[in-house]
C-alpha cells in the first residue's frame, strides 16, 4: 500500500540558512498534518492542511511557512535556521480532517550546524 | 490544552512476557491513535482507537472513553517490539490536531 512520501530524509544545514521539506499525502488523502520531534521528546503538531487550506496552526515560529499545492503535497519552508530546529520532522496525512486515522511518514531529520 | 499522560515511563521486559501500557486523559476527545517508534524513528501506527476493543496480532488495546483512558497490550513480546510507544488523542476542538503522551521507553532482551 502506498503511504506519506517525505524528502529529504536526512538535511544538514548552516545556521541561519534555508530549508524545505516536501511531503506528497497517501493517494486520495486531502488533509496534511506537519509535526516536530526534538530529541528524546514526543512529536508536536506544527501545521495542517485541508483542501489546499490551512486548518489549524500549533507552535509553528513564525520563521517556518507552510502550504499545500493542488496535487495536495505540502512543503515546509524554514528559514533562519537555528540550532534548536535540529529535530525529526513528521508530515502525515489523513483522508479527511476530522475523526480519520493519521498515517505518518518517516520523517526528515533536519541537523542544524 | 488537552493533558495525556502515560505509564510507566519505562518497560524492560523478556522475550515472551506480556505487558499493559496506559494512556490517561484529560478531556473527550474525537480521536485516539498508538504509534510504536522504532529505534530507526519511524512512527508506525498500531491502532485508530476512539473507543472500544481492536486486537492485530500479538498486539490489542481498549479505549474506555467515559473514563478517559486507553490501554495497550502487548502479548508474548519480541525483540522487535522495542522502542518507544505513543498514545496520542485528538481533543473535541482540535480538528485532527494530534496532542501527544510522553511515550513508554520498551525495551525487550532476549
Known amino acids: 500500500a502506498a503511504g506519506v512520501i517525505q524528502s529529504p530524509r536526512h538535511l544538514i544545514k548552516e545556521k541561519r540558512e534555508t530549508a524545505t521539506l516536501k511531503c506528497y499525502p497517501i493517494p486520495r488523502h486531502d488533509t496534511v498534518y506537519w509535526y516536530q520531534q526534538g530529541p528524546g521528546q514526543d512529536p508536536q503538531f506544527l501545521i495542517s492542511f485541508y483542501e489546499k487550506m490551512q486548518s489549524d496552526k500549533g507552535s509553528i515560529p513564525d520563521r517556518f511557512s507552510a502550504q499545500q499545492f493542488s496535487d495536495y503535497h505540502s512543503e515546509l519552508n524554514m528559514s533562519s535556521l537555528e540550532l534548536g530546529d535540529s529535530a525529526l520532522y513528521f508530515c502525515?496525512?489523513?483522508?479527511?480532517?476530522?475523526?480519520?486515522?493519521?498515517?505518518f511518514g518517516p520523517g526528515t531529520r533536519l541537523l542544524v550546524l | 490544552g488537552i493533558q495525556v499522560e502515560q505509564s510507566p515511563p519505562d518497560l524492560i521486559l523478556q522475550e515472551g512476557a506480556n505487558s499493559t501500557l496506559r494512556c490517561n486523559f484529560s478531556d473527550s476527545v474525537n480521536n485516539l491513535q498508538w504509534f510504536h517508534q522504532n529505534p530507526w524513528g519511524q512512527l508506525i501506527n498500531l491502532f485508530y482507537i476512539p473507543s472500544g476493543t481492536k486486537q492485530n496480532g500479538r498486539l490489542s488495546a481498549t479505549t474506555v472513553a467515559t473514563e478517559r483512558y486507553s490501554l495497550l497490550y502487548i502479548s508474548s513480546s519480541q525483540t522487535t517490539d522495542s522502542g518507544v510507544y505513543f498514545c496520542?488523542?485528538?481533543?473535541?476542538?482540535?480538528?485532527?490536531?494530534?496532542?501527544f503522551g510522553a511515550g513508554t521507553q520498551v525495551v525487550v532482551t532476549p
Open positions: 496520542a488523542v485528538e481533543a473535541t476542538d482540535s480538528w485532527g490536531k494530534l496532542q
Open positions: 502525515a496525512s489523513s483522508e479527511d480532517r476530522l475523526q480519520e486515522t493519521q498515517y
